[in-house]
Structure formats: C-alpha cells, structure tokens
C-alpha cells in the first residue's frame, strides 16, 4: 500500500483509511446518539429538577459512544507505514473529557427556566468545545516516530463544526421523543459527528521525525484494536439501552395503575 515511502526524518508519512473501520465508526456513533436521545428524554423533572441517573447514561452514550468511541475507531481506521500507539493515560482523559462536557451541556440545554434556545446554544458551545478538546486529546495521544503539523484554519473549522453538531444534537436531545424520530435524528448525529472527525483529520500532517522510536509502557496498540473498541462499546450501549428500556416500561405501568385507581 504504501511501497516506497522511506522512514527519514522531514518525509511526509502517507495514510489511507480502512473503509470498513469508517464504516462502524459511523455506526458506534448512531447506536450511541440513540442510547443518549432515549435517556435524555424526562432527563428533568416537572419541578426542574435533573435526573442524575438520566444525565450520566445520556452523556456516557452520548460522549463516550456517539463521540469518543466513533474518534477512536476512525483513529484506528487511519493508516500509515509507520507504527502508531495510543498514550493510555492521555486517551482516558480525552474520554472524561467528552463525558463531562456533554453532561454540562445536556444539563444546561434541559433548563426549564430562561430562553429554551438561549440554554440549547450556551450548552452546545460548552459541549461543542469539549467535542473539540477531546479530538485533539485524542490526537496528542497518538505516539510514533513522527509529530503533526497543525493547519490552525483547519482545526478552527473543525471547532465550529463541533459546536454547531453539539448544539443540533442538544436540540434534537431536548425535542424529539418517538423511536422513528430518535433514529432519524441519531443517522442525521452520526454523519454530523463524523463529518467533524474527519475534518479535523485534515488538520494534520505527519512529518517523519526519526526512523524509530522508544514504545511507551502504557499505551494501546494493534491492528485489531479498532474492533475490540466497537465491541466493547457496542456491548455498552445495549445494556444502557436495555436498562432504559427497562425503566420506561416500568414507570408505564406505574402511570397506566395510577390512572386506574
């Protein structure tokens, strides 16, 4: 794939993309905009009060499955002849990082009090800039012989591409409510988050520094990687997905008895 390329310090390092990563990548991110749009729903009550329980779910799925999960498998997608690690501690904190920031914004679109759209905006920024800082986390986790050279217009574009993404996604959050439209409304997420992603892939340009370099002690790594994210990540959105399942169904049929008697 990439015959030729020689490992000296000031080359361009090539990549493709593995299309079939691309493709779950896309995937993880609508299964996990789902799973959020179904716990974001009641996320407060008729007091105002926040559901904790919802708020977490919401933005366990929404952060770390529709968001993170879709970025690192699209990191595992991109392709290079050089080798490429992921730094352990630096990747987790790109993943705190989303959680946190969609949380804040879920809590802040959902306020009942104030404009309803002036909330969805400030909360889209908050969680459109987490969106952008967990991207370049995530970037700066990566650990090979080469260092990226930064388009600044680029990374800006992909900043407020992610910030116009959290603000539909905390509208589409706060107003859709049947299955059909979660759906329709998680498909729309995925091509948004994605769009962003690979965006912000362009912003960088791998340029060789070394033939070599030192493996660090805790990192991720392997051609398979990818797919054991999708897994793991798809097996958490399903039990998330069957707890609420679970909880609506009961809180029905506490409605439907209450009506009755």
């Known amino acids: 794939m990439f015959n030729g390329f020689s490992a000296v310090p000031g080359a361009i390092v090539p990549y493709a993309y593995d299309w079939l990563l691309v493709g779950l990548s896309y995937l993880i991110s609508v299964a996990g905009a789902y799973v959020g749009l179904r716990w974001s729903r009641r996320i407060r ?28 498998i699209g990191m595992a997608a991109y392709r290079t002849p050089v080798r490429l690690e992921f730094d352990l501690f630096m990747t987790l904190v790109s993943l705190l990082v989303v959680m946190v920031f969609a949380a804040g914004g879920l809590a802040i679109a959902s306020l009942t009090t104030g404009n309803r759209m002036a909330n969805i905006a400030k909360g889209g920024v908050l969680t459109g800039l987490g969106v952008a800082v967990m991207h370049y986390t995530g970037m700066a986790a990566v650990h090979t012989n080469s260092a990226f050279d930064w388009n600044i217009s680029i990374i800006a574009l992909s900043a407020v591409i992610a910030v116009v993404v959290s603000m539909v996604a905390l509208w589409l959050a ?11 409304a998680a498909l729309v997420m995925g091509v948004a988050v994605c769009g962003m992603h690979y965006t912000g892939m362009t912003a960088g340009t791998m340029i060789c520094t070394g033939q ?47 009506a009755v008697r």
């Open 45 to 72: 009550d008729k007091n105002g009060s926040i559901d904790i329980d919802r708020l977490i779910c919401a933005s366990v799925a929404l952060g770390g499955g529709a968001v993170w999960s879709m970025h690192f």
């Open 212 to 258: 070599s370099y030192s493996p660090s002690l805790f990192a991720i790594e392997g051609g398979n990687i990818g797919y054991a994210v999708f897994a793991l990540a798809g097996t958490i959105l399903m039990i998330i997905l069957l707890i609420e399942a679970t909880r609506s169904t009961s809180s029905s049929r506490a409605t439907a008895s209450g």
């Open 174 to 184: 706060t107003t859709v409510k049947t299955r059909g439209q979660q759906l329709g």
